[in-house]
């Protein structure tokens, strides 16, 4: 059937209360935030929330009603018409495009028009009282605010779904409330008892919301609960940060004030005295790309153009998901949420913590109550922050990657603030749950936080750490001497045969043990590059095996079939298949070379050939990231006697540490490696990005790695132990005159500890 169009328009169910209140609100704590906010963006100085009708344990009676009072400007009748009774309403968020500020300068929280109807998750009769003033205004017989407007609903007859009592759904605008215009018998005026002072408030503008036929079931411990999660609504961690906006909540009267669980004060006290690491006045600048914050009050900077926060598999993963090689992309491409500021405190948890920073019981339940939390222009995005919330995927991290590569939750306690102007694309959920996953703007917000917190767990942390491990290493010389105990001993009793003999077959034992020990450590770390070599080989391998047994698969099928079989084409095919092989075998006859179980006898050794064998296993890797290796010769050759497995563990760990860091960095890409045979040196350089001052002093120790989660802490380790043994040593230059690349220059002396050289 054609015709003229219908026109329409679209009604909304009663039900909608429903659903913009009770099913689109999780909880009370967020209910109570969204009214406090409206009071936040009225100007407000105080909010006080009455549990009213509780009984001394704060459990529901028939009469219990909760009773918010603020003291902001409060609104007119009209406004109460046009705004408060129409979901939806368009004035904040036009309000935040002319500027967006209360009069008292106040940035506009609001936006969506709906928070007001999270009166209806706490209950289903509710009154509301207002009385306008401008702050302007100083006259109490003012003719714009000398009034109050009174609005009631009353929707205790009706089910969740408002049917009537025949089950028919009634229609939003077929719900009706009660408004009514007084002279002031509620705020203060001349003309009226102030009706507010039983409350401890005497204001003559604001709004008062009562709020009965309470929906949920309280106590004395919920409400304690539901006042220290409003009560960060705004942030917790300035001491006198909140004096301008108050919040309080009492139980039936102003005798009985409610505090909350934890109290704000030891935390600042917890926070100035026992956290490891104290990040303050952290900025993400989106133009410059870059981190800038005070770490325990020094300045540090990082950049997100550095191979120090590119080596981070963090920063890589995300990178690559968006489709772009980390050695190749800017990161104005990935990350743009736009500029933001941080603090962090991280603790120390655990059992070995130093002295100072360790925490007594109720100390870690004090910092376990807090987490990281959002603040959007000073007012706080839910439910970041809360215990259970994982809004940075700390626990994904570390269920996916090595737990001991990143903090836990619990020992981190923070903030980060945006703002409408500078992370518009941050957008709060409707339901006031986090923010709107659109687009990639959240992800890449929360990966760059990702990327500072991983940074301090792998850089400060770790080298808080290892300080622990090194008291720990020097505790326990001090408290052994075994051999010295075994003096003591010897002497004590200088006449007693029986202990003598007993104190000779100790050290005996004891140094049958230690023998064994030693053997074992030496094959450890003689074995430990293997798994590195065959790593960085492995690829190449297969990729040379793949193309083999193709080849090989071709001529089989040419031959079974025997079709226009080309015995010539065949040849080619079988001399291709063995020369791929061949390659296979040299490769692991290099390989081979580091297993202690061969070749362990040391021998005079020409540093030339061993550099050429590990520069072909990595030769092809270096060469997918355009990285230019030079070998440079000086005097005599360098030669030095040792094994082929502690010259091979060495170069391979120079070389894998150089090409981690040279494919973060920006082109061109070089190694250079100088032999001098004269100076008995091998000189290793690169133009990465150097080793920082801070990593310098830890880095030849075991299990500390400057790559993070991504780094296993033993190759530098192992290749100065390995080349002590034979009095030779491995140094990281500081010396300017020694750097042949401007990045990390590392220094292989082949003259024992006596000043003899390897020949």
Not at 80 to 99: Q, R, S, V, Y
Not at 242 to 249: A, D, P, T, Y
Not at 345 to 364: C, G, H, N, T, V
Request: one cysteine or more.
């Amino acid at each position: 059937m054609s015709g003229e169009a219908k026109k329409l328009t679209m009604r909304p169910y009663a039900r909608l209360l429903s659903m913009l209140g009770d099913q689109l609100i999780k909880n009370e704590v967020i209910a109570l935030t969204e009214i406090i906010k409206n009071s936040y963006d009225a100007d407000a100085s105080r909010v006080r929330v009455f549990f009213q009708g509780f009984d001394d344990d704060g459990r529901n009676t028939d009469g219990s009603k909760i009773i918010i009072i603020d003291d902001g400007c409060g609104m007119t009748q009209e406004t109460i018409e046009k705004d408060w009774l129409n979901p939806a309403t368009p004035n904040k968020k036009l309000a935040k495009i002319e500027g967006g500020r209360s009069s008292k300068g106040r940035i506009v929280q609001g936006e969506k028009g709906i928070g007001r109807f999270a009166v209806f998750k706490l209950g289903k009769t509710i009154s509301v009282c207002s009385r306008r003033c401008d702050f302007a205004c100083t006259s109490a017989e003012c003719d714009v605010c000398d009034y109050e407007s009174y609005l009631t609903y009353d929707f205790s007859k009706y089910d969740d779904d408002y049917l009537t009592d025949n089950n028919q759904a009634l229609f939003l605008d077929d719900l009706t409330v009660d408004l009514k215009i007084e002279r002031p018998p509620l705020f203060y005026s001349e003309k009226s008892n102030d009706s507010l002072s039983q409350y401890g408030l005497r204001t003559s503008h604001g709004t008062c919301i009562e709020i009965g036929g309470l929906r949920g079931n309280w106590t004395r411990s919920k409400m304690e609960n539901v006042l220290f999660q409003v009560s960060k609504m705004r942030p917790i961690f300035e001491e006198d940060g909140n004096e301008s906006f108050s919040i309080h909540f009492y139980l039936n009267d102003l005798n009985q004030v409610l505090k909350s669980r934890w109290n704000t004060d030891r935390l600042l006290q917890l926070l100035d005295e026992k956290s490891v690491l104290s990040v303050r006045e952290g900025v993400f600048d989106q133009e410059t790309g870059s981190f800038n914050f005070l770490l325990n009050n020094k300045p540090h900077t990082l950049s997100l153009d550095s191979a120090e926060l590119k080596g981070l598999s963090i920063y890589r993963d995300y990178v690559e998901s968006q489709g772009y090689p980390i050695d190749n992309f800017s990161w104005r491409h990935v990350f743009s949420p736009g500029s933001f500021s941080f603090r962090f405190d991280i603790f120390d948890l655990s059992q070995s913590a130093l002295p100072r920073y360790m925490l007594d019981r109720e100390e870690k339940d004090v910092i376990r109550s807090h987490r990281v939390y959002l603040y959007r222009d000073g007012i706080r995005v839910m439910p970041y922050g809360d215990p259970d919330d994982d809004w940075l995927s700390i626990d994904v991290i570390r269920g996916t990657k090595r737990a001991s590569s990143f903090f836990s939750n619990d020992q981190i306690v923070g903030c980060v603030d945006i703002s409408q102007k500078d992370n518009p694309q941050l957008k709060d959920k409707t339901n006031r749950e986090g923010l709107i996953e659109e687009g990639n703007s959240v992800r890449a917000f929360i990966t760059l936080i990702q990327i500072v917190l991983s940074w301090l767990r792998a850089h400060p942390y770790q080298q808080y750490k290892m300080g622990i491990e090194s008291r720990k290493k020097a505790d326990l010389i001090r408290r052994g001497r075994p051999k010295g105990i075994f003096d003591d001993i010897e002497n004590a009793a200088p006449d007693n045969k029986k202990v003598k003999s007993l104190v000779s077959e100790l050290r005996r034992s004891y140094d049958k043990e230690i023998s064994v020990l030693t053997s074992r450590i030496d094959r450890t770390e003689n074995l430990a590059a293997v798994g590195l070599s065959v790593e960085t080989a492995s690829h190449d391998l297969m990729l040379v095996l793949g193309r083999a047994l193709t080849n090989l698969d071709g001529v089989i099928s040419e031959i079974e079939h025997m079709v226009d079989f080309d015995s010539d084409h065949t040849l080619n095919e079988l001399y291709a298949i063995r020369g791929q092989l061949s390659m296979v075998h040299d490769q692991m006859k290099d390989i081979q070379l580091i297993y202690p179980s061969t070749k362990t006898r040391a021998k005079m050794i020409d540093l030339a050939t061993y550099v050429n064998k590990v520069y072909s296993i990595y030769k092809r890797t270096l060469g997918k990231y355009e990285i230019e290796v030079n070998i440079e010769k000086e005097g005599s050759p360098l030669r030095a006697k040792t094994t082929e497995a502690v010259i091979l563990q060495v170069l391979i760990n120079l070389f894998d540490n150089a090409l981690y860091w040279l494919q973060y960095s920006s082109t061109p890409r070089r190694i250079l490696i100088k032999l001098d045979g004269g100076a008995q040196k091998l000189v290793f350089s690169d133009n990465g990005p150097g080793v920082s001052k801070d990593d310098a002093p830890y880095i030849f120790d075991s299990f500390y790695s400057g790559k993070g989660e991504e780094g296993r802490g033993l190759g530098l380790y192992i290749a100065r132990q390995l080349l002590g043994r034979y009095g030779y040593s491995i140094r990281l230059s500081e010396r300017s005159e020694e750097a042949l690349l401007d990045g990390a220059t590392f220094v292989v002396e082949f003259v024992s500890e006596d000043g003899v050289d390897c020949e």
